[in-house]
């Protein structure tokens, strides 16, 4: 064996396909490390197909979440039918226990809702390009840098460990006020129809990293939170910003993308998606954009962001506006234009379809941006930044908490640096707690029944600690109490005074 | 125009105005009367009356607008020689000038009469004016100044009680100002002010008025009375002055202490004359016969409509409103007769009368100068400023808030710029709670005259006398001075304006409304039903005890815009919502509070477009204000999104609306927990029979058992009632079938 690293796999396959002898390389999609031995990737398919048919005898809806062995973990995720993620992560003897399943598959669930933004479903590119090379370059271009980004198994550890406060995929929202609140939908409003009835159909509004509002419905708004979190907020933008001239743009995208052009004919399949206007948009097919791609996102002197990953366009004269797929809202393609003012970022997406032919919308609202919003963008930013509680104002004296609410994609935890400083032992004892919630839960989604599911529990920790959860239907509430004197009775009277307080009594016990 | 405002208050009106001929008009019929051998007519603006001498006779009309007697009051006069007439405030005496040096006073009740000559026959008597100030009752203006001149206890004689000297060349006095400007100096250009209201006598600083040179050698005119107009527009007090060489009118703003220029603003004709007309400006440009409208409260520079001629309204419907008469109406030699008074608009005969009347000398023809709110409406482009100006309107209210509304309508049916919408919003607001402010205000001043009314009206103990009457007096300054002096102490600038005249301008039509107490002082009292009078016409709506302002409330908001464009289904939904955000959006700047029924309604457009996430947002962030309404509306919708449902289900609970709670969570067939809650909550409306017929409905044994227990345990005295008999014979025999 060379001196591949496997400590981390990820797989993607398809059970559909490759169903004769032989054929069976045609269910890979995605293989990491991509230099893995054919051998390598076929027995861990092979492994995880065999176990997904024996446990679907037994639970046809939900065949198998993991397998746990001595040396490692092998995490399964199904995103769309008959495609399956496994993650297989080596343990290590230093770091313990991995943590909750959820908590893993909630990395693989982030992976592909942020893929399908981009590419939309692997399904429909398989749809479409049939030999299957248009969604494999695709997940190529795409998870790598995600990987890079997350899934090393020290970052993993390390996220395992504080995960039980947290919840990926949901959205942090900045607190508001009643009059910020209706001033922001205002704005929002207002930005809206300046550039035209219809022509932005969404926007999302962050404040530093936390959502202030958004058009969008919830799982769409998650993903592009996500996204816009780890990309386009100022924090995580290039620094090196200044003046990126157009040279800089094209150099950058010649040199960084050879080796991710894939054959015209197959992208220009691709191209033949639902959308017509993507056939206008010429560039996509000699392109696959790297969304993730570190760097690749700079602001420009008149605030808006810019980015080449999308490629820049035939005469190499300006960058390719970004596009994604909305999956929830209306199955359309949107051309994606973000402005920033200080800690201010506002992402609005345009319709392709509303666009005529080979036009790029993004000029005109840029101007219509500037032109009419920017005041009023920057007078909401003074306004936000004078009502931002700072990083702990989510923090409440006694309490280490998380609260997530599954309908609206919302979470509202302790701040991290808050959630720090509990012991090793009340975390681990709340991370068991939330994976026996997890399969209880996974096993009365199975059950099917009309009454929403709910739970209240209080576990006394070896060191003294207090882990309280509630669940009311789609709302989850986490506490951790260390504070060793009080009994049950104090601690459910803590409980539900956080409900009242900060939960509107949705956790109220009667 | 005005029947039908009466008949449903708010009929949606149509911005089409009169083809826009004109923006301002005078009403046929005019008022007119037929005495033999009169000369001229006087319009005295103290009694507002309208006096007419003839021979040794005056004959005098009271100018109300609301029924025009044909018998008019006839004195007898001994002296047929009458230069200037005024009645006093009460309408008893009536004082006139027979020469430069006597006047003579009339007693109309006791039928005294008794002469008051000149002092000196060096001093010319000007003119006189009757006042409501507290030192003096009638005022003689003279070349040598001005004497002030209390009536005797027994109204015989009047006595001099001040001297205010200084050289006057002619004078310029208003009652609705309460001022008086003396002009002096070989031009006339230097002018000293008094005012002399029910708070005392204010001595203005002396300035004077700018002359542009236009040429080193010219030598301007002297101005003349028909160069200086007082004006109050919105109870301040204005003076406009005319430079003729110039061609431009300069305009100065009273305040206590200072006269301060506020601009010059073009005319166009060698003569101009000036109305105001609710607090609008009209400039009569006479030799071009044609009008320009200006408020001080928008751009002073541009007038507010382009200049159209003055119109004659003959709208028959319109005449008929409220008033009994239809004499006039009907002769067809009146009609004829106007076709000569037609043609003699902006004629050599006219008279221009403050504020808003129009003397026709030669035709015997009083008019009455209006506004036409719909025209000024249609040939407005600027929306903000139109809805600003119509908030402004106080007398005729009800229909410069149907043409608001009307606007508001029309700008979102239209769907023009989100922003300008934003705009108009704000206008709308702005207005309102400033109304409630006022409000707000002239309730404690009421409550303080009441309350001191009601101290000495009834029948105190004699020791209590002292004390009730300083009582009184404490009230009667306060009704006085509360609403200038008020806030304005620290002022430096402090601001001329009467009580009569801001509380007319800002709250008249709220007291109109109101009964004027009549042990309220005096003067307050006529000064109130001054207003009484016109408004009476304007407005029929107010005689029948409505309040009407031209505020728009967030319920008249939602009721005659949102909801009509709502049902109209003309204007998407999203495009009404965004309306409503930026309604609501003002709203919340201005702390009004936005009904539930406009959050209903908002959250309906939304779910419409299945904007579900949006409304989550909206509930979260409390956007939309927790209501039993707004939870109904969310379990409404839903029925179709479950996590919307949950949200209105919760918002019950929150409110504590424990009964809507209960039925919503037993119609979801969650028994054991609404018993919980009703025992958590301590729910009596719910009765035991019906958790009991749901458990039976269920054929759950153990369910039925379980209620059956609770009942046992926390219904007081369940075993005696009807019910526990029938289900628990319910529960044996549901336990014999299982056996």
């Known amino acids: 064996m060379s001196e591949l690293d496997t400590s981390v796999q990820l797989c993607i396959f398809d059970t559909s396909r490759g169903q004769s002898d032989g054929q069976e390389l045609d269910k890979i999609l995605f293989f990491y490390p991509s230099e893995s031995p054919f051998s390598a990737q076929l027995s861990l398919i092979g492994l995880g197909e065999g176990i997904i048919t024996f446990t679907k005898m037994f639970s046809p809806n939900a065949p198998c979440d993991i397998i746990d062995t001595e040396k490692r973990s092998h995490v399964f995720f199904q995103p769309e039918p008959d495609i399956w993620m496994i993650l297989v992560i080596e343990k290590r003897k230093e770091s313990g226990e991995l943590g909750r399943t959820r908590a893993l598959q909630a990395i693989l669930m982030e992976a592909h809702g942020l893929f399908t933004l981009f590419y939309g479903s692997i399904r429909a590119l398989l749809l479409n390009s049939p030999s299957g090379d248009v969604a494999r370059s695709c997940l190529q271009a795409f998870l790598p840098d995600y990987i890079s980004d997350v899934m090393t198994v020290k970052r993993l550890s390390m996220l395992s460990s504080h995960s039980g406060l947290q919840e990926r995929g949901t959205i942090q929202m900045m607190a508001l006020d009643r009059s910020t609140a209706l001033e922001v939908q205002s704005v929002v409003d207002l930005l809206q129809s300046w550039f035209g009835s219809g022509r932005i159909h969404h926007t999302l509004l962050l404040f530093q990293d936390l959502l202030v509002s958004t058009t969008l419905p919830p799982e769409d708004a998650a993903h592009l939170y996500t996204y816009a979190r780890m990309r386009l907020i100022p924090a995580a933008i290039s620094t090196s910003s200044g003046g990126h001239s157009l040279k800089k743009v094209l150099s950058r995208a010649n040199s960084s993308s050879v080796h991710l052009k894939a054959s015209a004919s197959d992208i220009t399949a691709a191209g033949q998606r639902p959308s017509p206007a993507d056939s206008s948009n010429h560039h996509s097919q000699f392109f696959t954009p790297r969304p993730l791609q570190h760097d690749k996102w700079w602001r420009d002197n008149d605030g808006f962001l810019v980015t080449d990953a999308w490629g820049v366009d035939a005469q190499g004269m300006s960058a390719i506006t970004p596009t994604v797929w909305l999956q929830q809202s209306s199955q359309e393609r949107m051309k994606l234009v973000a402005y920033q003012h200080k800690q201010l970022t506002v992402v609005m997406l345009i319709s392709v379809m509303h666009l005529a032919p080979n036009a790029d919308g993004s000029h005109v609202l840029r101007n219509q941006v500037l032109e009419k919003a920017s005041n009023k963008l920057n007078a909401l930013e003074d306004r936000l930044s004078k009502e931002w509680g700072g990083i702990n104002a989510n923090h409440v004296p006694g309490y280490r908490y998380l609260y997530v609410d599954y309908d609206s994609r919302v979470s509202k935890a302790s701040p991290a640096g808050k959630i720090a400083t509990l012991t090793k032992d009340s975390l681990l004892s709340l991370d068991k707690v939330r994976s026996e919630i997890d399969i209880a839960k996974g096993r009365c989604d199975g059950s099917g029944e009309a009454q929403p599911y709910e739970l209240e529990t209080c576990v006394r920790t070896r060191s003294n600690a207090w882990v309280v959860v509630r669940i009311r239907g789609n709302h989850e509430l986490y506490l951790v109490l260390e504070r060793a004197s009080e009994t049950l009775l104090l601690t459910a009277e803590a409980t539900e005074k956080f409900s009242r307080r900060h939960c509107d009594g949705i956790f109220a016990s009667d | ?739």
Not at chain 2, 176 to 192: I, N, P, W
Not at chain 2, 302 to 318: E, G, K, N, V, Y
Not at chain 2, 333 to 348: A, C, F, Q, W
């Open chain 2, 1 to 739: 125009m005005a029947s039908s405002s009466s008949s449903s208050q708010f009929v949606r009106r149509n911005i089409a105005g009169s083809g826009a001929l004109s923006h301002v008009y005078i009403q046929y019929p005019p008022f007119r009367f037929n005495v033999p051998d009169s000369s001229r007519m006087i319009y005295d603006d103290g009694s507002r009356s309208l006096l007419v001498p003839s021979g040794n006779k005056m004959f005098s009309w009271p100018v109300t607008w609301q029924s025009h007697s044909d018998t008019p009051n006839i004195i007898i006069l001994e002296n047929s020689h009458v230069l200037t007439a005024r009645f006093s405030l009460d309408g008893k005496i009536l004082a006139v000038q027979n020469s430069d040096y006597e006047v003579s006073f009339y007693n109309r009740e006791s039928g005294v009469k008794f002469k008051h000559p000149s002092r000196s026959h060096t001093e010319r008597i000007l003119g006189l004016f009757w006042t409501d100030c507290p030192a003096c009752d009638v005022i003689f203006v003279t070349t040598g100044g001005l004497e002030l001149f209390a009536l005797a206890p027994k109204l015989d004689a009047v006595k001099l009680v001040d001297v205010k000297p200084s050289q006057v060349s002619w004078y310029s006095y208003t009652h609705e100002s309460r001022l008086v400007l003396l002009a002096s100096g070989m031009q006339c250009k230097t002018f000293l002010c008094y005012q002399f209201s029910a708070g005392g006598i204010i001595r203005l600083p002396k300035f004077d008025a700018s002359m542009r040179k236009v040429d080193e050698t010219s030598k301007a005119a002297a101005l003349t009375p028909k160069d200086v107009h007082i004006a109050t527009m919105y109870g301040r007090v204005y003076c406009l002055q005319v430079d003729r060489l110039a061609m431009e009118l300069n305009v100065y703003r009273f305040y206590r202490d200072a006269v301060v220029p506020q601009g010059t603003l073009p005319i166009y004709s060698d003569t101009v004359a000036f109305s105001v007309v609710d607090g609008v400006l009209l400039v009569h440009q006479l030799a071009s016969k044609v009008v320009l409208l200006y408020d001080i409260f928008a751009d002073l520079n541009t007038p507010i409509s382009a200049p159209l001629p003055l119109l004659i309204r003959r709208d028959i419907a319109f005449t008929a409103v409220g008033t009994s008469e239809d004499s006039d109406i009907s002769s067809h030699t009146e009609s004829k007769k106007l076709g000569s008074t037609e043609s003699n608009i902006y004629g050599d005969s006219w008279n221009f009368a403050n504020p808003d009347i129009i003397l026709d000398q030669e035709n015997g023809i009083l008019w009455k100068i209006h506004l036409d709110l719909e025209a000024l409406a249609a040939s407005s482009s600027n929306v903000p400023s139109l809805l600003a100006f119509l908030q402004r309107r106080k007398l005729d209210a009800l229909l410069a808030k149907q043409l608001s509304m009307t606007v508001l309508h029309a700008i979102i049916i239209e769907r023009r710029p989100l922003s300008l919408i934003s705009e108009a919003m704000d206008v709308v607001n702005k207005s309102y709670s400033q109304f409630l402010r006022t409000r707000a205000a002239s309730t404690i001043t009421r409550q303080q005259a009441t309350r001191s009314q009601v101290s000495a009206s009834g029948n105190q103990p004699a020791h209590n006398r002292v004390t009730v009457e300083k009582d009184t007096s404490q009230s009667s300054i306060t009704t006085d001075v509360t609403p200038e002096a008020s806030g304005n102490v620290e002022k430096s600038l402090e601001d001329l304006s009467l009580s009569e005249a801001k509380s007319s301008s800002s709250v008249n039509a709220l007291e109109e409304g109101q009964e004027v107490d009549g042990t309220v002082e005096d003067t307050h009292k006529s000064m109130t039903s001054d207003t009484i009078e016109i408004s009476k016409n304007v407005l029929p709506s107010i005689a029948q005890g409505n309040v009407t302002v031209s505020a728009i409330s967030p319920e008249e908001m939602h009721f005659h815009v949102f909801v009509l464009i709502n049902d109209e289904m003309e204007v998407e939904a999203s495009f009404l919502a965004a309306s409503i955000i930026q309604y609501m959006q003002s709203a919340v700047t201005e702390k009004l509070k936005v009904p539930a029924e406009i959050q209903v309604l908002l959250i309906d457009l939304l779910a419409r477009e299945k904007r579900y996430g949006e409304i989550m947002h909206f509930v979260r962030t409390k956007v939309v204000d927790p209501s039993k309404e707004v939870a109904k509306q969310l379990l409404q919708i839903g029925k179709s999104y479950h996590p919307i449902f949950m949200l209105g289900l919760n918002m019950l609970r929150q409110l504590s609306f424990h009964g809507e709670y209960l039925s919503e969570i037993l119609q979801q067939g969650r028994l054991l927990e609404a018993l919980r809650y009703a025992r958590q909550n301590r729910v009596e409306a719910v009765p035991p029979s019906t958790f009991l017929e749901l458990a039976a409905a269920s054929h759950d044994r153990q369910k039925l058992a379980c209620v059956m227990r609770f009942c046992l345990d926390f219904v007081p005295s369940f075993e005696t009632t009807s019910e526990y008999q029938t289900y628990s014979a319910v529960l044996n025999q549901q336990k014999l079938v299982l056996a």
